[in-house]
């Protein structure tokens, strides 16, 4: 398995990737640029999407609509728009403090609620939350707040049983899991799936020590959760029952976010971060910022579309 570059035109921090597969193409955002990309992956163009007033703000993450157009998360809330690059309707605000947390990773369950995490961006309030939209009709629009306590949510994913639900706080180098029930969306006995060392004291890019911490995550047909390590220049996958079956070097020290696509979902694509890296290792890894992707012996678990 090799990495192939899907772009070149680094973002400052890749996120959100997801397949479309009436589409055939690749979306992802950048949120520090406060953009939306989709790319043809068959001939490389990009098409970039700007948020522009009074919507100006960063797209921690996006989803397709079942209806046709997107879902996004915004700094503030939740928001509709019904065509690439169509006016954004308002579904619902975040409860946070605009101001020092923002809307990070999220994705649509198997029923399509959209799930949405949040970051504290100082790293010291422990205030990011876990919460689901449900747009489905009849209505009325429902917000459930599924986790919190954390500083930096990510690593959303659902088992292919729809029985697991993931989800990691980065900061604290830690993946939890908890039963879930689909119908009831009620999530219970959380537990730890996975818990890193931490970054130690002095660590700097190319020293031994530090693999990195969790960020973005997508489970494939048989259940394994495939997780970016953020800093760590590698993507892991992990069986269902916690084992790791595979390290992968990937050509960034700060990949984000993997994702299945292609006709089969056995082309795994993935984004990364070059935002606030040195300009050594930027030269060192021009690939940083890009989406680059590999074939995997495994298919993957298609994007989940939003119901509205």
């Given at each position: 398995?090799?990495w192939?570059a899907?772009t070149t035109?680094?973002?400052?921090?890749?996120?959100?990737p997801?397949?479309?597969?009436?589409e055939?193409?690749l979306?992802?955002?950048?949120?520090?640029?406060k953009?939306?990309?989709?790319?043809?992956?068959f001939?490389?163009?990009?098409?970039?999407?700007?948020?522009?007033?009074p919507?100006d703000?960063e797209?921690g993450?996006?989803?397709?609509?079942?209806g046709?157009g997107?879902?996004m998360a915004l700094r503030?809330?939740?928001?509709?728009?019904?065509?690439?690059?169509?006016?954004?309707?308002?579904l619902?605000k975040f409860?946070h403090?605009?101001?020092t947390?923002?809307a990070n990773?999220?994705?649509?369950?198997?029923?399509?609620r959209?799930?949405v995490?949040?970051v504290?961006e100082?790293k010291?309030?422990?205030?990011?939350?876990?919460v689901s939209?449900d747009?489905?009709?009849?209505?009325?629009?429902?917000?459930?707040?599924q986790?919190g306590?954390?500083?930096t949510g990510n690593?959303?994913?659902?088992?292919?049983?729809?029985r697991?639900?993931y989800?990691?706080?980065?900061?604290r180098?830690?993946i939890?899991?908890?039963d879930?029930d689909?119908?009831?969306?009620?999530m219970?006995?959380q537990?730890?799936?996975?818990?890193f060392?931490p970054?130690p004291?002095g660590?700097?890019?190319?020293m031994?020590g530090?693999?990195?911490?969790?960020?973005?995550?997508?489970?494939?047909?048989?259940?394994?959760?495939?997780?970016a390590m953020?800093?760590?220049?590698?993507?892991?996958?992990?069986?269902?029952?916690?084992e790791l079956?595979v390290d992968?070097?990937t050509?960034?020290?700060?990949?984000t976010m993997?994702?299945f696509?292609?006709d089969?979902?056995?082309?795994l694509y993935?984004?990364?971060?070059?935002?606030g890296?040195?300009?050594?290792?930027?030269?060192?890894?021009?690939?940083?910022?890009?989406?680059?992707s590999?074939?995997?012996?495994?298919?993957?678990?298609?994007?989940n579309y939003?119901?509205?």
């Amino acid at each position: 398995m090799s990495w192939q570059a899907v772009t070149t035109a680094p973002n400052q921090l890749g996120e959100s990737p997801f397949w479309h597969p009436h589409e055939q193409m690749l979306y992802w955002v950048d949120i520090a640029e406060k953009t939306v990309l989709r790319c043809n992956v068959f001939t490389g163009m990009v098409d970039r999407w700007r948020m522009a007033p009074p919507h100006d703000l960063e797209p921690g993450c996006i989803a397709p609509a079942l209806g046709g157009g997107l879902v996004m998360a915004l700094r503030d809330g939740v928001y509709r728009a019904r065509e690439w690059g169509a006016a954004l309707r308002c579904l619902a605000k975040f409860a946070h403090d605009n101001a020092t947390t923002r809307a990070n990773d999220g994705k649509c369950d198997a029923l399509g609620r959209f799930w949405v995490g949040s970051v504290d961006e100082a790293k010291v309030k422990a205030c990011a939350e876990l919460v689901s939209l449900d747009c489905r009709p009849p209505g009325p629009i429902t917000v459930l707040r599924q986790a919190g306590g954390a500083l930096t949510g990510n690593g959303l994913a659902w088992s292919p049983d729809q029985r697991t639900v993931y989800w990691s706080d980065t900061s604290r180098h830690v993946i939890y899991a908890w039963d879930w029930d689909a119908d009831s969306n009620r999530m219970r006995k959380q537990r730890e799936f996975q818990r890193f060392e931490p970054k130690p004291a002095g660590w700097q890019p190319g020293m031994a020590g530090y693999g990195g911490r969790p960020d973005g995550a997508a489970v494939d047909v048989l259940g394994n959760y495939w997780v970016a390590m953020y800093e760590g220049a590698r993507l892991l996958q992990f069986a269902p029952t916690g084992e790791l079956r595979v390290d992968i070097a990937t050509p960034m020290q700060c990949p984000t976010m993997p994702c299945f696509g292609g006709d089969d979902f056995q082309t795994l694509y993935l984004t990364s971060a070059s935002k606030g890296r040195s300009a050594d290792e930027l030269l060192a890894q021009p690939l940083s910022g890009c989406v680059v992707s590999m074939r995997v012996p495994v298919p993957g678990l298609p994007v989940n579309y939003f119901r509205d």
